[in-house]
């Protein structure tokens, strides 16, 4: 009896073992990044994952800067895997035309990280965006309330919370749309929070001044903004019957 | 392990020294390489097929790489992963490890045989930890551990001397952070 439970827990101690890797390096997959940019002009990156993984990989993501020494934290992007073996993510148009961007794509295990090629785009293409909604310039419609907007507004600040227009309008009105970082061409989404989740998001106020006090309304999240800038940083706003916390719908166009 | 020697040394025993080459396995296997080790301690003879040994052990283990890639989460509203490195200035293992053989099969003066012990340990690492808005620091970590040893040998008795050649798998309990897994393979002498 006492000899077979010893012989059993050689066994078992032996059973147990799992060969080590020869190299650091092979407890990590091998991943290859290729892009593609898409007829509408949205960027695609694909990553394939190559290798016996040693460890499940726990998170799968992409990152680009615009310097070659991009971190796995510059402008991350957190992604769920298509398959066992690839993972994808297509950006939208947010890229600055004549900038060059640096994409990495990344995989994380109990052990460490591992990191694919970096592809370097340059000029990503911006093809205008097309709203659902077609009106003349400075055009505004709060509510049941039909004015303008003051012409070409600028950027009224720039701060760590991003880049904030603020846009007159007759009335008394005032649009406040306030962007992650500057806007390009691009689709992007309404938030209701002011802290930021990059970087498709924007927050859009509208205030209204009665002479004796403001009121300030909201517009409600995940609605789209249309965004179509010229290479010259001019360009044009445009949303169409967003609904706010008052229950008024927004449609505006101006140029900045 | 002097105490420990010499607390035997009284015993109707013999004197064992084996050098051995360590090799970690689990996550602490990523990091160590290959390294060296040595045990010594008392080992009775085989009566009726078994025999006690008391061994200690110590060894120096070498990290695979000067730099380790890794990587700090930040939890707030979103998760955000930054990326770092690790260097491991100092790993060092140290065990206490009483087990028993039984010979399996003995053909004039060699014999094979196997055996178990329950280690007791303790590793002691040194690592500095870079991580930009995570962590930058040295840190120091002590971890003790209870574990289970097989292992199993050919011996071969000459004059009032015993060669061996040994291999044996280390299994730990507990989490990772803690434990030592490794295989050895060793070759010792018993007089």
Redesign the interface.
């Given at each position: 009896m006492k000899?077979t439970l010893?012989?059993f827990?050689?066994?078992?101690?032996?059973f147990?073992?799992?060969k080590?890797?020869s190299?650091?390096e092979d407890?990590f997959p091998e991943l290859t990044m290729t892009s593609v940019i898409l007829p509408d002009g949205h960027l695609q990156l694909n990553c394939s994952i190559k290798g016996e993984e040693y460890w499940p990989l726990t998170?799968y993501?992409f990152s680009y800067n615009d310097s070659s020494d991009v971190?796995?934290?510059d402008n991350?992007v957190?992604v769920n895997p298509t398959s066992e073996k690839a993972f994808t993510h297509i950006f939208p148009k947010n890229f600055h035309p004549n900038k060059a961007y640096f994409f990495k794509a990344?995989v994380?295990n109990?052990?460490?990280?591992a990191e694919s090629n970096i592809i370097e785009i340059n000029h990503v293409m911006t093809t205008d965006v097309t709203p659902p909604c077609s009106n003349a310039n400075n055009y505004f419609q709060y509510g049941s309330y039909t004015g303008s907007t003051a012409n070409s507004p600028a950027f009224s600040s720039t701060n760590s919370d991003g880049i904030k227009f603020e846009i007159s309008c007759t009335n008394s009105y005032k649009i406040i749309i306030q962007f992650t970082e500057t806007p390009s061409t691009g689709i992007y989404d309404t938030n209701e929070e002011t802290?930021f989740?990059?970087p498709y998001n924007c927050v859009i106020w509208v205030s209204s001044y009665n002479g004796l006090n403001y009121h300030t309304d909201k517009v409600n999240s995940n609605q789209l903004v249309f965004v179509n800038k010229n290479i010259d940083g001019t360009g044009t706003i445009e949303l169409c019957g967003l609904t706010t916390f008052d229950n008024k719908t927004l449609t505006t166009k101006f140029s900045f | 392990l002097l105490v420990f020697t010499s607390t035997f040394s009284s015993l109707y025993s013999q004197f064992t020294i084996q050098p051995f080459v360590a090799?970690?396995?689990?996550?602490k296997?990523?990091?160590l390489n290959k390294s060296p080790g040595i045990r010594f301690g008392r080992a009775y003879s085989f009566e009726n097929r078994w025999r006690i040994r008391f061994l200690g052990s110590l060894s120096y283990f070498i990290p695979?790489?000067r730099v380790?890639?890794?990587?700090g989460v930040e939890e707030s509203?979103?998760?955000?992963?930054?990326?770092g490195t690790k260097s491991i200035k100092l790993f060092l293992n140290i065990e206490f490890s009483p087990g028993?053989d039984?010979k399996i099969i003995e053909k004039g003066l060699f014999s094979w045989y196997?055996?178990?012990d329950v280690p007791i340990g303790a590793n002691t690492s040194v690592n500095e930890v870079n991580i930009p808005?995570i962590q930058s620091s040295r840190e120091s970590i002590l971890a003790i551990y209870i574990g289970?040893?097989?292992?199993?040998g050919i011996e071969y008795e000459f004059d009032a001397y015993t060669l061996f050649l040994e291999i044996?798998?280390t299994?730990s309990m507990g989490s990772e952070t803690f434990t030592m897994n490794y295989?050895t393979l060793g070759i010792g002498i018993t007089f």
């Open positions: 000899k010893l012989y827990l050689i066994l078992f101690t032996f147990s073992c799992k080590n890797k190299k650091y407890y998170h993501g971190q796995i934290n991350q957190i990344w994380t109990e052990a460490g990280y802290s989740i990059f | 090799s970690p396995t689990g996550v296997g990523v990091y695979r790489k380790f890639k890794v990587y509203n979103t998760t955000t992963f930054y990326q028993l039984i196997a055996g178990f808005h289970f040893r097989g292992r199993t044996d798998r299994y295989n």
